[in-house]
């Protein structure tokens, strides 16, 4: 069950990302975005969160709730790893 107002980092370039987060808020008038990532891609989740709040919504969203866990799965190889998680909710003022 995924939310229709979340969006989850990878590999895409990164506006791409900031893109998505103000569409949500500006054509789809969604209350609040829950950007989602994985391992890697935490920091750049991060930088999506602060420059769509910070830069090209200004006075209008800030950063709601961050939550952090981590997930176990087998890899390729089928040794078990844990990988760490974080979900950002920016939310309308």
């Known amino acids: 069950m995924t ?3 979340s969006i989850f980092i990878g590999n895409r370039p990164f506006m791409n990302y900031v893109t998505a987060v103000v569409m949500q808020f500006t054509t789809k008038g969604a209350d609040e975005v829950i950007i989602k990532a994985r391992g890697k891609f935490i920091s750049r989740a991060v ?3 602060e420059v769509s709040a ?3 919504l200004k006075e209008s969203v800030v950063v709601k709730d961050i939550a952090i866990d981590s997930e176990g799965f087998q890899n390729k190889e089928g040794k078990d790893v844990r990988v760490s998680t974080i979900e950002i909710t920016l939310t309308k003022k």
């Open 3 to 5: 939310n229709d107002n």
């Open 47 to 49: 930088d999506v969160s």
């Open 54 to 56: 910070k830069r090209f």
